[in-house]
């Protein structure tokens, strides 16, 4: 196995929510709705020593700056409830106020370490009643700053959709060679690795976005390989490719031959779209007849996309089906049909729902 993997002993359903919450640094609003649910409505003695024991008396596991914000809300809830804070909550705020100045949080070049958890229920899916049993833990460096240059250093909606409908739909991606394009941190690719897809290739048109991506994946303890060789593959190595789309060869997308293409948030710029498309169409258009008998005799499926975007501008969305449809994509909304279980039910601050899942596939063959 690839991936990092904690096998967390068992907590109580919310005690998990909430540190995974904490350890995906959510909102401190979240961790306090997190931290009341634990204590049936208040922020309980109990729950306080729950989180000095798993949080802060392990503050140096954690950014300090974003603890000291949690614990500045926390104290002040408890306080506003007219509740008792424990003492060395007080004493560590006490300590941050002197450590740390308000501001370095949102430092332009900062870089982070998210851990994202994906709860598993036991053995029953998506019913709600069930505890979390299995517990599997990507850390993943993001940046601090979301839109000043560092997009792909974030982690985004539909990648966390796109990871939760492999984790849980695996039978799609296991023996699969996979393609991601616009991977930005890598967390769709460590859970196509982790799901035994076949080949996992990254990709991304920006530089630092990529050099954080292979640092993210060897935090979870994949190979990365930066360029193609054909032949034997290592189920642990992951390619990264530098693969800008308005500069991408044909020869170059045809070389790659994916059964499946992967994109997450990928539907934004207008500017970049035709050539989002065209390399696209080249993905999904093999120089083989589709359909016909492959070399263990058994007939070849056709390539296919999936593409999980949040509509933030429908013209720009509408400028991408038009161009789909132009270039003969075949271009299908699965949002109600293929849905993923509910594994990071903890992030409050991530709406599944506002997550559009497109299956993409090409009608015009060429046969070579
Ligand atoms: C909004 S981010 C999404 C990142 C990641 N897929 C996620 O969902 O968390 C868009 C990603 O696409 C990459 N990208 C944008 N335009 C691109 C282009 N023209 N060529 C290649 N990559 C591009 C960006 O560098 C960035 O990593």
Redesign the pocket.
Known sequence: MAAEQHLVPFLPHCHQHLISAILAMEPSHCLISHAKECGRGSITEQVQNFLWDHCFSKHVDFYAPYLKSFLKKLITEIELDHGYVLDQLYELYAQYMTSFKDGSLGKRDARICKRISFLFPDGCSENRSCSDSRVLVFPLQCSLNMLEGD??C???P??LFLSELILSHPELFSNKSCFE?????G??GLCLAHVKASKVIL????LS?LANMKLNLELNNLNVETDMPQGNQDSSMVKCMH????SASESELQDIMPDIVL????I??PL?LP??VRLLTILLNRMEPHNGPSLNGLAKEAPVAYIACVIRNIETFNFFLSLGDQAKLDIVDLTDSLKPVKLIRYMQSYNEADVRLLRITCTRTITG
Do not use: F, K, M, Q
Request: glycine fraction near 16%.
């Open positions: 997009t792909g974030s982690i985004w539909s990648s394009i616009g991977s930005g941190v967390l769709v990709s991304d048109g920006d976005t693969l800008p789309w308005e994109g997450a948030d990928v934004y710029d970049c050539h989002l």
